[in-house]
């Protein structure tokens, strides 16, 4: 995404676990190192295996570009 390539786990239920950990804890992210930011880590993460996901993904990235256009 965004030209840059991030190594995932190879295996699905440790994608699963990392990702629904990332949004869990980025929702807490009023805390100190805790962060808003994991919430869209962790869907990204999420959404190489949940094709709901994915296309909400792919809606940002097309939003994203055409908004860089203007």
């Known amino acids: 995404m965004f030209g840059r390539e991030i190594p995932v786990p190879q295996s699905r ?3 699963v676990t990392l990702g629904v950990s990332l949004v869990l804890m ?3 992210g009023f805390l100190p190192v805790l962060g808003f ?3 869209p880590l962790g869907l990204l ?3 190489y295996d ?3 996901v994915r296309r909400l993904r792919r809606r940002m990235q097309v939003w ?7």
Do not use: C, E, K
């Open 13 to 15: 239920f440790m994608r």
């Open 50 to 52: 949940f094709a709901s």
């Open 37 to 39: 930011w994991m919430i």
């Open 64 to 70: 994203w570009a055409s908004r860089r256009r203007r």
């Open 26 to 28: 980025g929702m807490l």
């Open 45 to 47: 993460v999420l959404s």
